[in-house]
C-alpha cells in the first residue's frame, strides 16, 4: 500500500504516518503519543468512538507511548479520537478510517485550559485550607464538579444569603440538568442557628479559593499523575445512556450479562445490552406526585428480582424481569412523612425467612418487609441518641442469616439488628478511624461486610463473625470511596466519587493499582463480574449519563 492509498485509510487532521513496526498484526488501531516536552508519553488514555455510535473504547500508552485497540473492540469504519492526559490537548481533532491494521500516531501539545482538565480531587489537593474547610468541599460533589465553584465569582455574603441557602434546599440526586427541592428536612440532622454558622465559614472559605477577589486565583493548578506500569494494562468500554439527565446511579450485571441500572433522579429502571448498546427503560410508578423522583439502591435476589429504593416517593419496589412486572409496597402511613427517604433496599437474603431489609434516611430508620403480608416493621436505633448529636444510616446490607447489617454515615458505628429477637448492637470502629463515614457496603461469602469510609480515604471490613475490624489506606487524599466489592481473588474494588479513579486491592498483601477512567466520572455504586477471567469492574457515571465497563489485562 503506497502513500496516497494509506491517506484513504487513515484521516489524520493533524498528519500522515507510515505504520511503524511496533503496530501488531492483531490490532485493529496502533499509534505512539508524544509530544515536544515529553516525547514518547506512558499513561495516556486514547479513546475511540465510531460515527453514529454510542459506545466508545479507550485504552491507555505504555511506556513507551505506544497504544492498541484489539481487533475484536474496533469494527471496521470512521472514529473520533479524543485523549485524557492531564496538561495536554491533541495538536489537532482527529478523526480515523479502520481497516483491518490501521495506524495512527498522535501528537499532544500544552493544554492551555488546565482548569478545565482537573478532576474534582486535583481541585481539592490545589485549593488552600485545612482538613475541616476542604472536607466541606465533599459535599458539593455529589451533584456538580469543584469547577464550578472554583470558576463562580461570589463573595462570602453572597454565599451566605443566596447560594448556599438555595444548594442546601436541593435533595441528593440533583444534577445542574435536572435540579430537585426537598420537601423536609432530615430528622436526625443538624438545625437551627448552627447552620447559619456551618454557612458563613463555610461561605468565607468558598470565596477565598474562587475568583471573588481576582481574576485569576491565588494558588497553583496540582495535577496527579499519569498512569504507570499495571494502571495502563486496562480496556475500557462506555455506553451512552439516550439522555444527560439519567444518572445510573447503581449498575448491576445480571447472569445473562445484561446491565441494569437506577435512575438516580428519574422514576426508570433501565437496561443495557452491552453486545449492542442498546437501552430499554421500565417507568417506576408515582406514589407522592409532588415529591421528587428518582431511584437508589439495586439489587438482586435469589431468583434474580431486582429490588429499588425509590427513596422520596416512600417505596420499596420489586421488578420480575420475567414479566416486566413491578410490585410495590409503601410505608405505612406513621412512617411515610415528609422527610421519609428510602434509598436502600436488601432483598439479598430474603429466601431465609421472607423477608426483605431496607432503611429510612428521612429519620435513621430501618425497616422491614414481610414479601407475603406486605406488613412493614420499623426500628430506630437513635431515637434517644442525645439531642443534636446526627445520625444517618447509610447502608443496610444482610448476613446469610438475614441479620440487618448498617452503617451511620454520620458517626463512626456499624449497627446490627437481629432478624430473630430484633436486638440492635453497635460496633464502634477503632480509634484510628477517628474521620471515616462508613458508606456503601456488600457482604461476601464468609458473612464479612465490606464497606467505603468516604471521608477516611479507606476501604474497611468488619467480620460479622467474630466484631473484628480491619482497614485499607486508598489513595490519594481526598479519593472519598463510596461503595466496596470483593471479588473471587480476594481482590477488593472500590471507586472514587472525586478523583475518577477505580482502586484495586489486594487484600493479602495491601498492594494496589489505580485506573484513571476515561473522563470525569462521578462514581456511586461498584459491581464486579467473576464470570469473567480476569473478572470485569461495572460503574455507572452518575454525572455523564453513561455505563463504564473496565477489563483489566491481568
Not at 430537585?180 to 454557612?199: F, P
Amino acid at each position: 500500500m503506497n502513500v496516497v492509498q494509506r491517506s484513504a485509510v487513515v484521516v489524520l487532521l493533524f498528519g500522515i504516518f507510515a505504520a511503524p513496526s511496533y503496530a501488531q498484526s492483531q490490532a485493529a488501531l496502533a499509534g505512539k503519543v508524544s509530544s515536544a516536552e515529553e516525547g514518547a508519553m506512558e499513561g495516556v488514555l486514547v479513546s475511540a468512538k465510531k460515527a453514529g455510535s454510542t459506545i466508545t473504547v479507550t485504552v491507555v500508552s505504555d511506556a513507551e507511548g505506544r497504544y492498541s485497540f484489539p481487533a475484536k473492540k474496533l469494527s471496521p469504519g470512521k472514529y473520533a479520537l479524543k485523549v485524557r492526559a492531564v496538561g495536554y490537548d491533541l495538536e489537532s481533532p482527529a478523526t480515523v478510517v479502520v481497516d483491518k491494521a490501521t495506524t495512527a500516531d498522535l501528537k499532544l501539545r500544552r493544554t492551555e485550559d488546565l482548569a478545565a482538565q482537573l478532576s474534582n480531587g486535583e481541585w481539592m489537593t490545589s485549593m488552600p485550607g485545612d482538613d475541616r474547610q476542604k472536607g466541606q468541599l465533599l459535599n458539593c460533589v455529589g451533584c456538580h464538579s469543584l469547577e464550578r465553584i472554583a470558576r463562580s465569582r461570589y463573595d462570602a455574603d453572597t454565599f451566605t444569603k443566596a447560594v448556599l441557602p438555595r444548594m442546601q434546599g436541593y435533595v441528593n440526586q440533583s444534577i445542574p440538568q435536572h435540579p430537585q427541592l426537598r420537601k423536609a428536612e432530615r430528622l436526625m440532622e443538624e438545625r437551627g442557628d448552627q447552620r447559619v454558622q456551618v454557612y458563613r465559614s463555610t461561605a468565607e472559605y468558598l470565596s477565598t479559593v474562587n475568583l471573588a477577589e481576582s481574576p485569576k486565583w491565588g494558588y497553583e493548578l496540582k495535577t496527579y499523575p499519569r498512569p504507570k506500569g499495571r494502571a495502563t494494562r486496562v480496556i475500557y468500554t462506555e455506553y451512552d445512556l439516550p439522555r444527560e439527565t439519567i444518572e445510573p446511579h447503581d449498575v448491576i450485571v445480571d447472569k445473562q450479562g445484561i446491565a441494569w441500572y437506577s435512575s438516580f433522579g428519574e422514576q426508570n429502571l433501565g437496561r443495557l445490552d452491552p453486545k449492542t448498546g442498546q437501552v430499554k427503560e421500565f417507568a417506576v410508578k408515582k406514589y407522592k406526585p409532588e415529591f421528587p423522583t428518582g431511584l437508589l439502591g439495586l439489587r438482586e435476589d435469589r431468583d434474580g428480582n431486582l429490588w429499588l429504593g425509590n427513596m422520596y416517593q416512600a417505596t420499596i419496589v420489586k421488578f420480575d424481569k420475567k414479566t416486566q412486572k413491578f410490585t410495590y409496597w409503601t410505608l405505612p402511613q406513621e412512617r411515610n412523612i415528609d422527610a421519609a427517604q428510602v434509598n436502600m433496599v436488601s432483598p439479598q437474603y430474603s429466601h431465609v425467612d421472607g423477608k426483605v431489609w431496607s432503611q429510612n434516611n428521612g429519620f435513621a430508620g430501618v425497616h422491614r418487609l414481610d414479601i407475603a403480608t406486605g406488613k412493614i416493621e420499623t426500628w430506630e436505633p437513635f431515637k434517644d441518641a442525645p439531642k443534636g448529636e446526627p445520625h444517618n444510616i447509610y447502608d443496610v446490607v444482610p448476613d446469610s442469616k438475614n441479620n440487618a447489617w448498617f452503617t451511620d454515615f454520620r458517626q463512626k458505628h456499624i449497627g446490627r439488628i437481629d432478624a430473630k429477637t430484633g436486638d440492635i448492637k453497635l460496633f464502634e470502629m477503632p480509634a484510628s478511624a477517628a474521620v471515616t463515614a462508613p458508606r456503601r457496603g456488600q457482604m461476601d461469602a464468609q458473612d464479612r461486610l465490606w464497606f467505603a469510609q468516604y471521608r477516611g480515604d479507606r476501604i474497611g471490613m468488619l467480620d460479622t463473625k467474630t466484631g473484628e475490624f480491619k482497614d485499607w489506606a486508598v489513595g490519594p487524599r481526598w479519593s472519598a470511596p463510596y461503595d466496596v466489592a470483593l471479588d473471587k481473588n480476594a481482590e477488593a474494588w472500590t471507586g472514587s466519587m472525586v478523583d475518577d479513579q477505580v482502586t484495586r486491592l489486594d487484600t493479602r498483601t495491601g498492594s494496589s493499582v489505580q485506573y484513571l477512567l476515561p473522563r470525569r466520572t462521578n462514581i456511586r455504586r461498584v459491581h464486579v463480574d467473576n464470570s469473567t477471567t480476569p473478572v470485569t469492574f461495572w460503574v455507572g457515571s452518575n454525572h455523564g449519563a453513561s455505563i463504564v465497563k473496565l477489563e483489566p489485562l491481568d
